[in-house]
């Protein structure tokens, strides 16, 4: 189970921070990520982090923006996003992999949570 948390209201430039809780499974075997959806259009990649944390990958809209990490002590995946923009507007969802580090088959990843609205004011 994934319960994602953390979003709101920021104005342009501002800072959150989401934040995924696991649980269910040995957290710490898997790779994460978060995605994102915005009104109208597809779901799209953000960020995914290795079972350890020490490999992690942004999509080139957010690169330099975002960071994402994890504890696997604490079964926590974050998102901590900063410089947001209006096009940064959306539901976003973190989800689990199947393996250490994510994979980009047609089924990945396999696990979702809900998702935390994220909303950025011009």
């Known amino acids: 189970q994934l319960q994602a948390s953390g979003g709101g209201l920021v104005q342009a430039g501002g800072s959150l921070r989401l934040s995924c809780a696991a649980s269910?499974?040995?957290?710490?075997?898997?790779?994460m990520g978060w995605f994102r959806q915005a009104s109208g259009k597809e779901r799209e990649f953000v960020a995914d982090?290795?079972?350890?944390?020490?490999?992690?990958y942004y999509a080139d809209s957010v690169k330099g923006r975002f960071t994402i990490s994890r504890d696997n002590a604490k079964n926590m995946v974050y998102l901590q996003m900063n410089n947001l923009k209006p096009e940064d507007t959306a539901v976003y969802y973190c989800?689990?992999?199947?393996?250490?580090?994510?994979?980009?088959?047609?089924?990945?990843?396999?696990?979702w949570g809900q998702g935390t609205q994220v909303t950025v004011s011009s």
């Open positions: 982090i290795s079972w350890s944390g020490r490999s992690t």
């Open positions: 269910g499974r040995t957290f710490s075997n898997y790779a």
């Open positions: 989800a689990s992999y199947d393996s250490a580090y994510s994979t980009r088959g047609p089924n990945d990843p396999p696990y």
